[in-house]
Nanobody
Framework: QVQLVESGGGLVQAGGSLRLSCAAS????????MGWFRQAPGKEREFVAA??????????TDSDSMKGRFTISRDNAKNTVYLQMNSLKPEDTAVYFC????????????????WGQGTQVTVSS
């Protein structure tokens, strides 16, 4: 069965960095786009970034709060997608989810069919 397992979250001070990983299994990883979303306390889940199955194309949120600080990448040999997060801010505190794309990359949740359980990121001020 399809499984997506996120890791790499934790507590970090503002200005620090984290790299999240999402290990995929149960499907042919290299054939699917992947995405990252996040959900802050009391807020709806929001799109962060997506990457095409080849890794050659990426797509990021147009939210000014995240622009230029997050980078998505993938290693198809390891069946893993990553999210590098730099210059972290307290407002980045959220549960971060990876998801498998149904087809083309996009920012809406209905474009993704399987989700991980999430990893908590907490940024202290």
């Amino acid at each position: 069965q399809v499984q997506l397992v996120e890791s790499g979250g934790g507590l970090v001070q503002a200005g620090g960095s984290l790299r999240l990983s999402c290990a995929a299994s149960g499907f042919t990883f290299r054939m699917y786009a992947m995405g990252w979303f996040r959900q802050a306390p009391g807020k709806e889940r929001e799109f962060v970034a997506a990457i095409a199955w080849t890794g050659e194309s990426t797509f990021y949120t147009d939210s000014d709060s995240m622009k230029g600080r997050f980078t998505i990448s993938r290693d198809n040999a390891k069946n893993t997608v990553y999210l590098q997060m730099n210059s972290l801010k307290p407002e980045d505190t959220a549960v971060y989810f990876c998801a498998r794309g149904r087809g083309a990359m996009g920012s809406t949740e209905n474009l993704y069919d399987y989700w991980g359980q999430g990893t908590q990121v907490t940024v202290s001020s």
